[in-house]
């Protein structure tokens, strides 16, 4: 079982920037994927970006050239970080590996 810890949202105007942070506990998170996904009320929830074990990542093409993801292991810990942020950026966040979610930590632009 893996726990899931997301910190760092929080209100920020348009062309600002935001860090998110994931926790992770129960397990050791070096050799799995992982991912940041969001969701606005009355939306499915959409992938935004994913790191591989091996570091390599992948973006929605909302969010690419603006948006970084990284990791540290040692921390067991994956980061966000988000700049240049719109308005359609506005959804609570979540952290997400194998069958594990976070509780969302939300990111409101205006």
């Known amino acids: 079982h893996v726990q899931l810890v997301e910190s760092g949202g929080g209100s920020v105007q348009v062309g600002g920037s935001l860090r998110l942070s994931c926790v992770a506990s129960?397990?050791?998170?070096?050799?799995?994927?992982m991912g940041w996904f969001r969701q606005i009320p009355d939306k499915e929830r959409e992938g935004v970006a994913g790191?591989?074990?091996?570091?390599?990542?992948s973006y929605a093409d909302s969010v690419k050239g603006r948006f970084t993801i990284s990791r540290d292991n040692a921390k067991n810990t994956v980061y966000l970080q988000m700049n240049s942020l719109k308005s359609e950026d506005t959804a609570l966040y979540y952290c997400?590996?194998?069958?594990?979610w976070g509780q969302g930590t939300q990111v409101t632009v205006s």
């Open positions: 129960g397990d050791t998170i070096s050799r799995y994927c």
């Open positions: 997400f590996t194998q069958a594990w």
């Open positions: 790191i591989e074990s091996d570091g390599s990542t």
